[in-house]
């Protein structure tokens, strides 16, 4: 069975104080593996998406990396709108066209 | 492009009651889900489909029906409304895979 665990469940940090989301999965052949920003009261907004380890996307202050069995998002010299849940998905073989969801990382940054 | 939309934005239910979600989206998207996202438990699927005609089972579907017509339309039903239901449900649209998925806004939907 798939499945996806991100930690910390919340991180607060000051404003310019860097520091990175993990995301660790366990799946059978992995096809792609997601990264999503979602505000209070808001769809899930898309961010990345990585297909093999060693794979890295950048995207202004955030950075996606994946290895075999997990998956960072940094964060470098946040600022307080980089405040979000942010959610790791991963689409295996077994399960096909579906995606299997993390809880999420609460990020408050503040200024 | 107005991407993934959803109808109503908040809905309050009686319990027994039925009532349609609508998803429409305009992307021209095969691939449509319908997921329910409960505080600390991350989303799960209820249903999705690959293409007009063709609907399947995801996590957790009891209590719900969908239907797939059109390209552009997914609707969600409940029938006999439980406060197990309770819940925020988004719709989500996916070009052909590798791609990640677009969702709409949610509807936040109360069931006492």
């Known amino acids: 069975e798939d499945q996806v665990t991100q930690s910390p469940e919340a991180l607060r940090l000051q404003e310019g104080e860097s520091s990175s989301l993990n995301c660790s999965y366990t799946v059978s052949g992995l096809r792609g593996l997601f990264w999503y920003r979602q505000d209070p009261g808001k769809g899930p907004e898309f961010l990345f998406t990585l297909y093999s380890a060693g794979e890295e996307k950048e995207k202004e202050r955030l950075k996606a990396t994946l290895t075999k069995k997990e998956s960072f998002l940094h964060i470098t010299a946040p600022k307080p709108e980089d405040s979000a849940t942010y959610l790791c998905?991963?689409?295996?073989?077994?399960?096909?066209?579906?995606?299997?969801f993390g809880a999420g990382t609460i990020l408050r940054v503040k200024s | 492009n107005a991407g993934v939309t959803q109808t109503p934005k908040f809905r309050i239910l009686k319990i027994g009651q039925s009532m349609t979600l609508q998803c429409t989206q305009d992307m021209n998207h095969n691939y449509m889900y319908w997921y329910r996202q409960d505080p600390g438990m991350g989303l799960k699927l209820i249903y999705y489909?690959?293409?007009?005609?063709?609907?399947d089972k995801g996590e957790v579907p009891n209590g719900y029906n969908v239907s797939r017509s059109t390209t552009e339309d997914f609707p969600l039903r409940l029938e006999l409304a439980a406060p197990s239901q309770t819940s925020v449900y988004f719709c989500?649209?996916?070009?052909?895979?590798?791609?990640?998925?677009?969702f709409g806004p949610g509807t936040r939907l109360t069931v006492t």
């Open positions: 489909s690959v293409g007009a005609g063709i609907t």
């Open positions: 998905a991963v689409q295996g073989m077994e399960y096909g066209n579906k995606l299997v």
């Open positions: 989500a649209s996916r070009p052909d895979f590798p791609a990640g998925q677009y």
